[in-house]
C-alpha cells in the first residue's frame, strides 16, 4: 500500500484530504501531532491522547537519545513499546536541538558535534548516525539530519545550509535504504531549507524533490520570523511540492496559523503550543484564547470552553480550574493541557469535514472571524 | 437510615465490617480517604478516583477557607460542585493545620486566632465558626475544632488540651444541631485526645462519647511518636468506643498500620501517604515498597507491582516511569500516585473481603510476612 493516499482536493481552495498509511494504523490527514519530546506529552498520558482520538504522537530523537539513551529504548523494542504507544510515531532528526539548545557545536560536511545540555558529555551526529538512531526507536516516520537557519540569516550561510542540507538528505535516504529501513515499513521525509531567501528556498524544494523521498517538510520556519513572512516561504514552496505525498509544516503553530497553512495545500503540523499554553493556563477556544489565571474567572462555574466536550470542559468549572492553578495543582497544568491538546486534535477533524464537503474557504473564512485572527482568505 | 450500619465482627479478631450511609452514597467500610488538602488529591483526576473505586475524598479545611475562601465555595453551591466530586466528601476542622503550619497563633478558651501560611493576614476560628465553614462546604462528615497535643507533651499541657476538646466538641455538638447541619444530612464526629496519657485518653473518650457524636476519631496520632506508641494510645482507646458508630484513625498510615489498625477494629482512614511517596517515585506493593528511581529498574520493563492490576501497571513499565522521574515529567507522579491510590484503596477491599470470610487474622498475618512488616499478630 502507498504510503500517502491522496482522497481529494476542496474544490474553494487548495486544503487536501488523505490518509497516511503506517505500521501502526492509519492517520487521517490533514492532522496534528501532539509533541512527546520526552516519549511523553507533558502531563498527560497515552490513555489521554488515545482518549481524545489522536493516531499519532511525535517525539524528540536529540532528547531520547540523551535520556533514557539509545541502549534503553532498543531493549524495550522499541519507542512504541518503551512509552506503550501502539499507534503512529513521527521523531525529529535532533538537528533543531543540537541547533537551538546546546551551547556548544561543532559543524562540518560530515556531522555535527555537540555537548549535552544535560551532562556536556560530548556527541558526535551524523545523516547516517540519526537514521540508525530512528531505526532503533522504530519510528513510523522519520526526518533526516537538516542544518536550520536561524532568523534573521545572511544569504550566504543560509545557501550554505541549503547544499549542506541536500548533500545530508542524499546521504540520509542511501543509508536508509542500504540498512533496510523502508523494508520495515519506516518513511523517510525531507526537510526544505532556504531561510527567507525564494530562490534558495525553490532550490532546495526542487533537490529534495528530486530526491524523491516519501513526505516533504518545510523547516527552517516559526524561528522568530513575523508570521507574515513565514506565510510567505510557505507560498513559494508548498504547490511545488508533489501532490502524492505528504507536506509537513514544522512547529507550527497557533489554531489560526494551522486553519491557513491547511488552506494553502498543508497536511501535517506539530507544535508544543497547546501544552506549553495549557501549562500557563492559556486554553484554546473558538473565540480566541482564555487565560483561566485572570480575576474574572474566580466566581466563573461555567466549563472553560462552551463549545467542547472534553472531560475537562465537561466535568470541571473555570472557578475551579483557575483555583488549582493559583493553588498550584498539577491537577490544573493536566485539565488545561487536556482541553488545549484536544482542541488542537478536534480542530483538524473539522477541517477535515470542512474539506470533504467542498467548504474549506468558508469554514476558515468563518474560523478566523471568529477566532479574531489577523488572517483573511483574501 | 442509620449514619453506620454494622455488618459483623471477624470471628478470628477484632475487625469490623460495616457501611457508612451519605447523602452522596454509602462508603463500604473499613475504608480509605484519599486526601484532596485544596479539593484534588495531588495529581490525580476526580476521574481518577472514580475509576480506582473510591468512595470519598477528604478535604482540608484550612487550606480552602484561606483559598479560594468560603465565598467562591458557597457560590459554586458547596464543595461536591466546587471539585465536581459526587460522591462522599469528609473534611476535618482545620484545627491541625493551624497548629502545624503557622508561624503564630493565639489559643484561647474562645477559640484560635492565627496567621494565614499564605499571605500573614490574621483569621480567628472558634468551634462554631468551623462549623458554619463546613456547613457551607457541604461536607457529609465534618470534624469539630480540637487542640492537637505535640509530641512529646508534657502532662499539664495534655490534660489542658482535653479539657478544651471537650469543651469545643461540646459547643460544636450544640451549634451544629441549632443550625440544623444534622437535618441537612451532615454528621458529626469527635476527636479523642490526650496526648501519651492512658488516663487522659480514656477521660477524653468517655466525655466524648456522653457526647453522643455520630462518629468518633482518634487524633493527635502520628505526630512524631514512635509506631508502637501510636498503637498503644489505639489499644486504650478502641474498644471503648461504641460498636454502632464509625471510628476514625486519624492521618493513618503505611499499608501494615492500616492493616493492623483494622484488626484493632478501626473502621476509617486518611493519610497523604500514597501521594507523597508518589511523589517522591516510591510505590507500594504486598512485598513492600518500590522506589522507581534506583538503577536497578533501568532496564525492568516488567510493570510497577506484579500484582496490580491498575492502568499504570497493566500499561507501563517500570523503565519507562523511572525515565519520567529521571527526566521531571509530570506523567511521572501521576502514575505513582495513581498506582499507590489505588492500592490502598484495592488494600481496603480485600481487607473488607478478608473479614466477610472471618480471615482477617490469617489476612494480617500473611500481610506482615509477605510485606516485611515489624508487626505481628500476637
Redesign the interface.
Known amino acids: 500500500m502507498d504510503f500517502y493516499s491522496f482522497i481529494k482536493k476542496d474544490k474553494s481552495c487548495k486544503a487536501r484530504r488523505g490518509v497516511i498509511h503506517t505500521a501502526h494504523g492509519d492517520i487521517q490527514a490533514p492532522f496534528f501531532m501532539p509533541v512527546g519530546t ?3 506529552v ?6 489521554d491522547l488515545r482518549e481524545m482520538g489522536s493516531e499519532i504522537e511525535l517525539s524528540n530523537t536529540y ?1 531520547l537519545f540523551l ?2 539513551g539509545l541502549d ?1 529504548i532498543g ?2 523494542g522499541g519507542l512504541h ?4 504507544w501502539e499507534r503512529a510515531i513521527l521523531t525529529d532528526s535532533g538537528g533543531y536541538q543540537v541547533f537551538s539548545l546546546t551551547d556548544w557545536r561543532k559543524l562540518s560536511d560530515e556531522g555535527v558535534e555537540f555537548q549535552s545540555h544535560l551532562d556536556g558529555l560530548k556527541h558526535f551526529l551524523t545523516p547516517e548516525r540519526v537514521m540508525d538512531i530512528q531505526a532503533v526507536f522504530g519510528s513510523d516516520m522519520v526526518m533526516p539530519l537538516d542544518e536550520c537557519s536561524p532568523y534573521p540569516c545572511e544569504r550566504e550561510p543560509a545557501a550554505e545550509a541549503v547544499r549542506r542540507t541536500t548533500m545530508w538528505a542524499r546521504r540520509t535516504k542511501e543509508h536508509f535504504l542500504k540498512t533496510g529501513m523502508d523494508k520495515k515499513g519506516q518513511r523517510l521525509f525531507s526537510i526544505v531549507q532556504g531561510s527567507s531567501y525564494r530562490d534558495l528556498r525553490e532550490q532546495s524544494a526542487r533537490e529534495l524533490i528530486a530526491l524523491d523521498t516519501d513526505g516533504y517538510a518545510i523547516g527552517g520556519v516559526s524561528v522568530g520570523e513575523p508570521v507574515k513572512e513565514m506565510f510567505e516561504v510557505l507560498s513559494w514552496v508548498v504547490d511545488m511540492l508533489p501532490q502524492d505525498k505528504p507536506r509537513y509544516f514544522m512547529g507550527i503553530g497557533m489554531p489560526d496559523q494551522i486553519v491557513k497553512a491547511v488552506g494553502m495545500g498543508i497536511d501535517m503540523f506539530d507544535t508544543v503550543i497547546p501544552t506549553r499554553y495549557g501549562r500557563y493556563g492559556t486554553c484554546f477556544t473558538d473565540r480566541g484564547t482564555v487565560v483561566i489565571r485572570n480575576g474574572q474567572f ?2 466563573d ?1 461555567g466549563p472553560l470552553d462552551p463549545e467542547c466536550d472534553c ?1 475537562a470542559c465537561k ?3 473555570r ?2 480550574i483557575r ?2 492553578f ?2 498550584g ?3 490544573g ?3 488545561a493541557a487536556y482541553h488545549n491538546v484536544r482542541y488542537y486534535v478536534k480542530l483538524m477533524r473539522r477541517i477535515r469535514e470542512a474539506i470533504e464537503q467542498d467548504g474549506y474557504d468558508d469554514f476558515q473564512k468563518a474560523f478566523f472571524l471568529k477566532y479574531g485572527s489577523e488572517f483573511t482568505t483574501s
Request: a positive charge.
Open positions: 520526552k516519549a511523553t507533558k502531563t498527560l498520558s497515552q490513555e532528547h535520556r533514557p534503553i531493549k524495550a513499546k518503551f512509552m506503550s474566580k466566581e462555574f472531560v466535568n470541571y468549572s472557578a475551579y483555583h488549582l493559583n493553588a495543582e498539577v491537577l497544568l493536566r485539565l
